[in-house]
């Protein structure tokens, strides 16, 4: 082995801390930005990925069983490169035991794949005949595994049983089932895809070149991709500004842990580099035997990081999955290699500007260095904390970090990250709490007439959809039931009309609200709520649709008739897009309630309460339900764990750069624990004073850190909601309270402390004879 | 009879399975001596001091200072013992470059519990004594080496120990400083301080002590004057 071999082999073996601490921070780095350059990576156009990797259908058009011949649909039409189907289709409802059910469209699939719309099945199998696969964007598809659904209006009234959930991203159907299972198609699926899609009219082009290839009037119906995109971005684009936060605060964080491990790494060996030049090695050789005693383990640390960063990204993007509704997920080739390089680079970088400090150092400089007298600095806080009514050792400690002022630094900047994650993880947790809670717009506790079913809600049953509020219903009458029924506190109704939006290509549903709305809980964004007929509150998204803003008047047309209002309240609503104007019902008294909400008295049993009301409804025709507004959703869930894991990473990756700092300050001074526990210092109060030496310097970290992830919160917020197309309720901005951020910066000291333990357990474990020893 | 200082009994340590560092050796010191423990290097020297002093736990054998079952201590037990029964000079002083003359001093005072008054007051008391009051508010680094090795036995008598072990106190030292900590120590033992000095230099354990033994291969023997 040459010289140079000799001194990097010795120097990895024989500094077997510094070379674990490296390896150990270079994993944890890459394993953090394997995790958050991935997020980053799925993050970028996970719609089109996921469009493409399933060939998704660019045209879905549906064809009328009546007009059409399957073999009129085969035909070849321009422009179309591709084609699956045609598929059996129908519109079936599903039977519900409350409330009522959506139809469902059906789609008779022999199998999941095909050259267009290569179906994922997420769980289970293919349906067979008999049975049925959901989609998975019907709401808690997997619960209903296993489960039989009834679908009367279907011919013989077959019930399916559920096999399989399978994701399509161009959602060409609510399930499919086989073939045979449709015995009298109301029409056929034909999914084509088009050499150009890329705007509207190239697709308008080809539905109309594929109408032409049938009888007039022989098309039901067609879906253009660009409109599936735009639902599917509406709902994922949100989650981006929130994940590319993480992403780069994981990716940044590591790179500082990286590189002040190795800064610090070498720099302590700045002695050995003067021996080692002593006996005659050049500062070229000295840099690169330093460089490769740093490479070595950071080289370990990187292969088991992306190990880790594989492992931990597979079910963490099962999870992304969902989020951005693709069919699957993986940690790409070149995102691995971007990171394994950038550490290793980093590494190598940050180990040459250290060695090549240490190498341009004067021989007798280099060698005095580890036996310099101090400089002398921070005796001032010696002295200051020798006067407080502390234990010595505790005093000693606190004094500590200002003898090590670059360290302490290093210190500083990872508790600041680690406190800037947690700030930030905390603050969204809480917003999106928030945001969720604002969605949730009605809290009465009866509803009449309000679709509040779906599959999740409604168990299976044989029993008949139930009848809801017709234009016949008496109005007066129910009112009078509500207002008659023992326990009724109060109630407001609403009147749900579409409306045309006068001037531009928009229309909306306008709510008029009747009644006591004290069961009501819709949040302002800016503005007022209407207090009179002719005032209205619009949710952002008509805001922006329409190019309206708070304090304009715009002109709503009902079924010929305008009706000009004026905005004085930006509202949260995401329904129905956010196309919706909230007014008084006295604004459009044509209008005939469409559903009533009722709060009941505090102690009164609802399902009581809802046996009397709906035996003094029956005569009317209406059933009233409870109200099943709300809940907290299965994103926020997702959201949640997936904040608290990469959160937890971030804390880890800090906690490394403390344990680091530590450890390398730990060593400098070995002989001065050595000095303290010959004097009679115990090993408890050696642990006080090595973790009192990181308090203050944690708590700074934490006072830097808590206002920067406040900020970064702040900033990523308002992206998040503008992403979603939509302002958001001023609660979920003002989530930090006093108390919160006070507990959050002594979060800091938390990090400080958990790193500092291990090497303060350490240095009390030392034995005194050979710290004595220590040079 | 009084009862002993010190008293190992068939004491034995040998390290990583190489020849023994110190082999059955036995030993008594009584209050008021001063004993000089002589031997080349590796000769076991340190390690029978280690052990004295609770830094190390022997083999085989009992050792036993001021009454305390050394050799069965916990490293916080161990802590308490030097603290309080010992004194502990070294070559290289091993004072703490951060902290000043007297908060040096005042440190194994602070740690056993001594109120902070009461500390200065030891602290500045010793300093006069032996010389160096004058430094007390300056860092060692601006001290002469004997000058430090004089704060240094300060800060091991600041406790009042029963026993002061004293490592080559004047290994490090010009021969003027060294005679100079040699005086001070022979005083110390004058006024009835137990001393016990490991040094390999004759001259020093001929002027400060009045009993010599010898360490060689591990074994210990007592030397005539």
Sequence with gaps: MSALGEVVRSGVGRRRVQAVVIGLSTLMAVTASVLGATLLDVSNAPFDKAFAEQRGSHLTVRFSADKTTTGQLTANVPGVTATSGPFPTVSATPHAQRGQRKPMTLVGRADPGGPVDAVTLSEGRWAGPGELVLSADTPMPERLMGSRIAFPDLPGGPTLTVVGVARSVSRTADGWVSPATITAPAGYQVLYRLASADTADQVDAAGAAVAATVPEGGVDGARSWLAVKREAVRETAVFVPFLVAFGLLGVVMSVLVVGNVVAGAVGSGTRRIGILKALGFTPSQVVRAYVAQALIPAAVGTALGVVAGNLLAIPMLAETEQVYGTATLSVAVRVVAAVAAGALGVVAVTAWASAARAGRLRTVDAIAVGRAAPTGRGRWATRLTARLPLPRPVGLGLARPFARPARAAALLVAVAFGTTAVTLAIGLVSSLAVVQDARQTDLSDVVIGSFSGGLRNAPMSPEGPRPQLTPATDRAAVTAAIDAQAGTKAFYSIARTPVAVAGVTASADVLGFGGDLGSSRYQLISGTWFRTPGEAVVPSPFLNATGTRVGDDVTLEDRGQAVTVRIVGEVFDTRNDGMRVLVDAATFPEAPATSYHIAVEPGTDVTTYLEGLNNALRPLGVVADPNQDGGVGDTLLLMGALIAFLTLMLVAVAGLGVFNAVVLDTRDRVRDLGVHKALGTTPRQVIAMVVASVVVTGLIGGAVGVPAGVVLHQAVLPAMGESAGTGLPAAAFGVYGPVELALLVLGGVAIAVLGALLPAGWAAGTRTATALRAE | ?225
């Excluded at chain 2, 860092?139 to 120990?161: D, F, I, K, T």
């Excluded at chain 2, 301080?193 to 060689?216: F, K, Y």
């Design chain 2, 1 to 225: 009879m009084t009862t002993p200082v010190i008293e190992l009994r068939d004491v034995s340590r040998r390290y990583d399975g190489g020849p023994p560092a110190l082999h059955e050796a036995s030993l008594t010191v009584r209050p008021g001596e001063a004993v000089a423990i002589l031997g080349p290097s590796g000769s076991g020297k340190s390690t029978l001091l280690n052990l004295i002093a609770g830094l190390d736990r022997p083999d085989a054998g009992t050792v036993t200072v001021d009454g305390v079952r050394v050799d069965g201590l916990g490293e916080a037990a161990s802590a308490k013992y030097r603290r309080t029964r010992i004194g502990m000079v070294f070559q290289f002083f091993n004072l703490l470059d951060d902290l000043t003359v007297a908060d040096n001093v005042a440190l194994p005072a602070l740690l056993a519990g001594t109120a902070r008054a009461e500390a200065r007051r030891r602290t500045a008391e010793l300093l006069a004594s032996l010389g160096v009051a004058r430094h007390a508010d300056a860092y060692p680094g601006r001290l002469s080496g004997g000058e430090r090795q004089r704060v240094a036995v300060a800060r091991a008598l600041v406790n009042r120990p029963a026993l002061l072990l004293a490592d080559e106190p004047t290994g490090a030292l010009d021969t003027t400083s060294g005679e100079d900590v040699s005086k001070l120590l022979a005083e110390l033992n004058a006024d009835g301080q137990t001393v016990v000095v490991v040094t390999h230099d004759l001259a020093l354990a001929r002027s400060c002590t009045n009993r010599t033994i010898r360490i060689v291969d591990g074994h210990v023997t007592e030397e005539n004057r």
